[in-house]
């Protein structure tokens, strides 16, 4: 059974950091990606950031590119997404998801950790 588990959500100023986690276990592919995907209220679904831990290729959205930077631990099965420079639009619940070779519509999901960023 795969297990997607995120956690670091959290309520921060604007201009604060945050780090997310996703810990993935039971993947049935030897080589897959994570992707990070976050949703505001009234808002669709949009993608963020995506991470090969095969080959660690990484993307990043036009909007948070510069601010949030993505990487893995594949001794821990473990990607993170580390946010800087944090703005009140960057506020949604943040889902992470894990497809064969790289990210597409995401076949395994978690259960989502919500960001807040307000003063």
């Known amino acids: 059974e795969v297990q997607l588990v995120e956690s670091g959500g959290d309520l921060v100023q604007p201009g604060g950091s945050l780090r997310l986690s996703c810990a993935a276990s039971?993947?049935?592919?030897?080589?897959?990606?994570i992707g990070w995907f976050r949703q505001a209220p009234g808002k669709e679904r949009e993608d963020v950031s995506c991470?090969?831990?095969?080959?660690?290729?990484?993307w990043l959205a036009d909007d948070v590119r510069g601010r949030f930077t993505i990487s893995s631990d594949n001794t821990k099965n473990t990607v993170y997404l580390q946010m800087s420079m944090l703005k009140p639009e960057d506020t949604a619940v943040y889902y992470c998801?894990?497809?064969?070779?790289?990210?597409?519509?995401?076949?395994?999901w978690g259960q989502g950790t919500q960001v807040t960023v307000s003063s």
């Open positions: 991470i090969s831990t095969g080959d660690g290729s990484t």
């Open positions: 039971g993947s049935p592919y030897d080589g897959y990606a």
């Open positions: 998801a894990l497809d064969e070779f790289w990210c597409s519509s995401g076949e395994f």
